[in-house]
Every structure is written in C-alpha cells, then in structure tokens.
C-alpha cells in the first residue's frame, strides 16, 4: 500500500493555515485534517474559504473536544452536561449530532469525507465507554445516510496503548450501530513514531490495531510522526543514516513512520513549504525495509 501524505493542522495557527492548506490542495493526496478546537477555535473559519476555493480538497474533522466558548454554547443548547462541559470532552450522542452540524457550516461543506470521534480514552464515563461509542456511532450513521458525510472513524492519542479501545471492540460496536456489518467505520488516527512506537512495533510483527485496521481495509492515518516537531532534535544523524543514508533527521524520521506497514496516510503538521516538499519527496521514494525498520526499533527499545 502506497502511502500519501496529508496535512496535519494541529500546530498551525492563524492567517498561515490557510496557505498551508492552499499547497495540501495540490499535492497528490489533497487531504486536510482539522478539528474545530484547533488555532484555538478557529480552525474551521480559516479553513473554509481553501475549501471553497478547491472542492476537490478533502477534509477530515473531529468531535469531542470543547473550547470554553463552545461548552458554553453546548450547555445552553442542552447538549452536554456540566461535568463535560466542564471537562472540556464529550462522547454525548447529542453533542456529537451538534458538533456534526456546526463542522458542517462552519466548513462550508453539505458533506464531509470523514468525522473522527476524537480521543475516547478522555471520556469522562469511561465506565461507559463502549455504550458512548455505539450510540455516536449509531448518529455518524444517521448523518451517512443524509449525505452529510461519507466516512467516519476513531482518532486517539492512548486509547490503543492503554487497551482502552481495540478494533475489533470498534468494528463491531459499529456494525451494532449501522444495524449490518456493511458500516462506515472506515479509519482510525493514532500517534505513530520512533518516539511513540508501540503500535508500530507490533505493526511489523503483524499484529495490534494498525494490522487490524489494514484487515478490514480501513484508512489508517499516522499523526504525530515528527512527535509535535520534538523528534529532529532527540534523534542523531547517525540514526538517519541506519534509516535512510544521506536523507536529512526530519525526512528519516518521517520515512520511518511512513514504513509502518498498514499506515495509509501520514499527517505532517507545517507551515514550511521546505519541509513539506522534503516529505512529499520521501514519500515517493517509498519506504525503509521492514527488516530494516526491526533493527532500529531494537536498537531504540535496548537498554541505554
């Protein structure tokens, strides 16, 4: 599986996401993904105007998580209570139909590609977590069926590594929720690096959520490759050069992620035209071996 690269906007900020997004819109994937709460709030406003201009960009958002200004609004429409509201999270079948619509307009878009419901392990019933997820799985279908979107999934920091989610779990709370097995639960988002890489070990030994996602044909989108931009700086130049000889730390590093087996995009959060560049061209140079990639997992997992 070839991977794509896709625009990651978590830690752009202001008038520069938009240009940001403008060179996403030409690139190969043309994927953008967002979240309302991201650039404090903003997000979605920024963004608008890039995807009217190219409606052919794709675009992925969230729900989940609340600014101040948007608990207040969520309580006052009666869909969350104050302990999410307070929180700052809900899973609340009736915030994530809310949430859904306010995406919706304020991305310009009748219908979105996918909505990742946006770190469960953060709920704040865990007691009740698969209980919360079939029924705002059971709304994502509901907006399926109006057209109002096309697929959606999970994005999560821990929720894997912490065993509070599996895909099995996922895949079949879906189908619980769409009433078949033919249900749109198509993607998942987690945290895939040489710093965060667990899910990448077990991926290579073909097991663990990425190789499940890959079994069911799933989208499986690597956030944080670059660690929020703190890798370049932990890693060493002769750590690139095990991965891949001459290439720069930042491009090693993201080929590394990129060799994930199962991983079908990889998000890259910047606003450098230079280092987007750098990445579309690592990209195409396709990826690290896998036995490659077990030796310097080993090496990063010793004992120092």
């Not at 009740?128 to 999970?154: C, K, M, N, P, S």
Request: proline residues 7%.
């Amino acid at each position: 599986m070839s991977v794509t690269l896709g625009l990651g906007t978590y830690r752009i900020a202001g008038e520069e996401l938009a240009d940001a997004a403008r060179r996403a819109a030409s690139s190969p994937a043309a994927w953008i993904d967002t979240a309302p709460h991201y650039s404090r709030g903003r997000a979605h406003r920024l963004l608008a105007p890039v995807l009217t201009e190219h409606p052919g960009l794709r675009v992925a958002t969230k729900t989940g998580f609340l600014t101040p200004a948007t608990a207040r609004a969520a309580l006052a429409a009666g869909v969350v209570g104050q302990t999410d509201a307070e929180a700052g999270h809900s899973l609340a079948a009736p915030y994530v139909r809310w949430q859904l619509e306010r995406n919706r307009a304020e991305l310009g878009r009748h219908q979105l590609d996918t909505v990742f419901l946006h770190n469960p392990e953060r709920t704040t019933r865990p007691d009740r977590l698969r209980d919360q997820l079939r029924a705002a799985f059971a709304v994502l279908e509901e907006a399926v069926a109006a057209g109002h979107l096309t697929t959606y999934g999970i994005a999560t920091w821990s929720g894997f590594t912490e065993q509070r989610i599996t895909v099995p779990d996922l895949d079949r709370l879906a189908a619980e929720a769409a009433g078949t097995r033919e249900h749109h639960l198509r993607a998942i988002q987690l945290p895939v690096s040489l710093v965060m890489a667990d899910a990448f070990d077990q991926a290579l030994a073909g097991r663990g959520p990425i190789a499940d996602a890959a079994d069911l044909g799933w989208q499986v989108h690597a956030s944080a490759p670059l660690h929020g931009g703190e890798l370049p700086t932990l890693a060493t130049l002769e750590l690139a050069g095990l991965l891949r000889p001459g290439a720069s730390i930042p491009a090693a590093c993201m080929a590394a992620a990129a060799s994930c087996p199962g991983v079908s995009m990889l998000l890259l959060s910047t606003a450098n035209p230079g280092h987007w560049d750098e990445a579309l061209a690592t990209l195409a140079e396709g990826p690290i071996p896998a036995e490659s990639m077990r030796k310097v997992l080993d090496v990063l997992a010793a004992p120092q």
